[in-house]
């Protein structure tokens, strides 16, 4: 399927997921639970609301089409000034990335509401959570793919070889961040120590801030 299709997609998940919800709001518990713990219970209580239902039904989906959509237009925006590799890069990476994108937003969609109505708890974490990590396998083995069709069609040079999958390392570079593929893509030089420092509050940030509300919780 084409990327708009995909893109179109994660309104229409929503929709459904809105309708089932909508056929089945008797079953909600009334306090509502509204936010959940590591382990997927609810820690978290509102008074029950159809609206309140539908914006949190909808909320991550709809962060994860907007990030869609800004990355799109990004990316094709880009690759509209680059040459003939890098647009077809862009026209190879839209339809796995889209379908990605539609998977996680459909999978948020489908555990609210099922949260929601009950469904809760660390099997449906755990399932959550596989889902999230089968469908990001995938978009990982699409990637390959496409890179793999771009390479034959329109051999990398050797710059860009060396930053293949997010990585660069290059010594003789001065540069810790990297402009790829003639701009459309920017990674970390490993090879210079500030790119570790900058990798590491990356990492060391979102981590922080996840322990304190769990901790808050």
Known sequence: MSA???????PAAVAVCLVYLWVNFHLVPDPMPVH???????DGWATK????????????????ALT?????????AVAQDA?????????????????WLF???TVNAVGVTGSLLGHHGPLSS????????????????????VHRRVDAAYPPSEKDRRGR??????????????????????TLNLARPAAWAILAGLLVVPALLIVLVSVAG
């Open 36 to 42: 959940f713990g590591p382990r997927g219970e609810p």
């Open 103 to 105: 998977w996680i937003a």
């Open 83 to 99: 040459g003939e590799r890098q647009q077809m890069l862009s026209r190879e990476i839209m339809p796995p990335l889209a379908a």
């Open 49 to 64: 609301s159809f609206g309140s239902a539908v914006a949190l039904v909808a909320l991550g989906p709809g962060i994860v």
């Open 165 to 186: 999958w997010g990585f660069y390392y290059d010594r003789d570079n001065p540069e810790v961040l990297v402009s790829l593929e003639n701009g459309m893509n920017t």
């Open 68 to 76: 869609g959509a800004a990355s799109a237009g990004l990316t094709h």
């Open 4 to 10: 708009r299709t995909w893109h179109l997609g994660i």
């Open 126 to 145: 755990l399932l959550m959570v596989g889902s999230l990590v089968l469908v990001t396998v995938v978009f990982a083995r699409q990637m390959v793919q």
